[in-house]
């Protein structure tokens, strides 16, 4: 990168700005994403093709978190990048491909939900595991490809004293990558908001299946999905169209600069608030939060005893997500009583 493309502010205000909102975006996203996967790949009986997009939505969203802490560190030193040149390319890597793989399959999933409802008998809704999974692994091709360009160019400016890491110039426009911010962006807007409007239309001309509950549960979640969609990337496409049309003027502007470093921060919140597409796809996930919920949550009740099935529960409650998940697969099949965690401690 030339070392006359990264503006450095003083008394940068972003430095303030983002370390809070990495760090609230990396532990909920952390938390919420990592509970999903156990529930995933430990309680979740049957896999069907649309469980495996939602899978690898959560992979994508739980593998873009982790990277946060990075970025956190970054800011925290007022934008001095601390571990080098192949470190920086690989963060930048990494949380580029992860979000465009979010975006690609939270598309994915509200499509194959509109198959599902307003075509109900088309032959995409009987394909395979396996051909789902071959669809999944041409799509990851095609994220890691679009965005391999970051591991492949030197992302630090040397200015002074400070060593940014940018992917983008703050100076003008940034060819593929711009390009590749804004396709990300405005196509599958179009697509989900297609898919919306036609599943909310098709109920609407259905009445009497509109009232069932399945089919309520359907337009929850497009709308779930399409509010999720928007409110993660909207501000920072919108702010980055900005800053393209009032270049150069707005190159290092300040308020320019913070407004597209904290909408830029809004698309991994976006992972923050994949969880909640989870929540409304099937049944079975606020069966699992709810286990969870109660076996974490119930207060003891002082004075009384434990029966041996209580107090194996109560183990099973402070063990690992994977265990306790093992657990309620393994009891699946008998009927959950909210007694049975009465008396855990918080």
């Not at 679009?146 to 004293?161: A, D, I, S």
């Not at 409304?280 to 996930?285: A, E, G, Q, V």
């Amino acid at each position: 990168m030339d070392n006359g493309s990264c503006c450095l502010i003083q008394g940068d205000p972003i430095s303030q700005v983002m370390p809070p909102l990495l760090i609230l975006a990396f532990v909920l996203g952390a938390l919420g994403n990592g509970i999903a996967l156990c529930g995933f790949c430990f309680h979740m009986k049957t896999w069907k093709p649309s469980t495996i997009y939602l899978f690898n939505l959560a992979v994508a969203d739980f593998l873009l978190v982790i990277c946060l802490p990075f970025r956190t560190d970054y800011y925290r030193r007022h934008r001095q990048w601390a571990f080098g040149d192949i470190p920086c390319r690989a963060v930048l890597f990494m949380l580029a491909m992860n979000r465009a793989g979010s975006i690609v399959f939270l598309t994915v999933v509200a499509v194959d939900r509109y198959f599902k409802v307003v075509h109900p008998h088309h032959m995409v809704n009987a394909i395979s595991n396996r051909t789902a999974v071959g669809i999944v692994c041409a799509l990851w091709t095609m994220v890691i490809l679009g965005t391999l360009y970051l591991l492949m160019e030197n992302h630090l400016c040397v200015q002074e004293k400070t060593i940014a890491c940018e992917s983008f110039i703050m100076e003008s426009a940034n060819g593929w990558h711009d390009v590749m911010f804004q396709l990300e962006f405005f196509l599958p807007l179009g697509i989900i908001l297609f898919c919306s409007f036609k599943i909310i239309w098709s109920l609407e001309q259905r009445q009497h299946l509109a009232r069932q509950a399945r089919m309520k549960r359907a337009i929850r979640f497009i709308v779930v999905v399409a509010v999720v969609f928007i409110t993660g990337y909207l501000p920072s496409v919108s702010a980055r169209l900005y800053f393209l049309w009032t270049v150069p003027s707005s190159a290092c502007d300040p308020s320019v600069h913070v407004a597209l470093h904290v909408t830029l921060s809004f698309t991994y919140m976006n992972s923050m608030l994949d969880p909640l597409v989870y929540y409304f796809s099937s049944p079975s996930f606020p069966k699992f939060y709810s286990k969870l919920k109660i076996c974490s949550l119930r207060p003891k009740r002082p004075g009384r005893s434990k029966r041996p099935e209580e107090i194996a529960i109560s183990n099973l409650c402070h063990k690992s997500c994977i265990s306790m998940a093992n657990s309620f697969q393994s009891q699946s099949d008998m009927q959950w009583d909210p007694q049975m965690c009465g008396g855990l401690q918080n």
